[in-house]
């Protein structure tokens, strides 16, 4: 499962891929929006930045929600630099668009997907990822990795190539449940990837540990 940082806080993603584990980032537009990043020229330069830190997809999320528009605005967002994927929602004209991206080269990354047939769509239209919400699921009392598990049988069964990529992702936990579901993706704030280093058991023998190489 390959890991992908979901912030645009560039000291973040500096952070997670100096751990050595970084595959890719994705954003979206309220993580853009937190970071301060705002008109055309900023958010370029934003990416620009991501891309030079991390050697991986980088998913940009466009606005727009009209056909014509999205292609415009992703055809611009796949112009900064080849590992920028473009982020669609799952939405009519999103699917029209994935469709026309990927029959003219540009990978994209189906975004808002909370059930089985809208992964199935994403699939049909061609997107290089699917991105099922499990926290936001979660949160309606539904189990998001279930939808995981749903997704990588169909995918399996229908023998359908684009990657599922588990986000929304709320803790270190999560990241397990969706390597186990079969995700092919998890994009995971930092603090959940950092979580995955924890055990008491392991803190509490490296203090032994030091405790007893004084002696030697
Ligand atoms: C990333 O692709 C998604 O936009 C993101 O994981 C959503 O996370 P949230 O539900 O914590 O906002």
Not at 185 to 213: N, R, Y
Request: proline share 3%; glycine share 8%.
């Amino acid at each position: 499962m390959k890991f992908f940082i979901d912030t645009a806080n560039l000291a973040q993603i500096k952070e997670a891929h100096d751990l050595g584990v970084l595959d890719g980032v994705t954003t979206n537009p309220s993580l853009m929006a937190k970071e301060g990043i705002k008109g055309e020229a900023a958010i370029i330069k934003h990416y620009e930045d991501i891309c030079e830190i991390v050697d991986g997809d980088v998913s940009a999320e466009v606005f727009s929600t009209d056909f014509q528009s999205i292609i415009e605005e992703g055809k611009k967002l796949a112009a900064i630099h080849p590992n920028i994927v473009v982020k669609v929602p799952m939405i009519k004209d999103g699917v029209k668009a994935i469709k026309w991206f990927t029959d003219n080269g540009i990978r994209t990354n189906c975004t808002l997907v909370f059930s089985a047939g809208q992964a199935i769509l994403a699939a049909k239209a061609g997107a290089a990822y699917v991105s099922p919400f499990i926290g936001r699921i979660d949160d309606t009392n539904w189990d998001g990795v279930e939808l995981i598990a749903q997704i990588a049988q169909i995918y399996s069964l229908q023998g359908y190539k684009t990657e599922i990529l588990a986000a929304s992702i709320r803790s270190a936990l999560h990241i397990v449940k969706c390597a186990e579901a079969g995700a092919d993706v998890c994009t995971c704030p930092l603090d959940s990837i950092l979580g995955l280093l924890k055990h008491p058991l392991t803190d509490i023998g490296l203090a032994k540990f030091l405790e007893d190489a004084k002696k030697m």
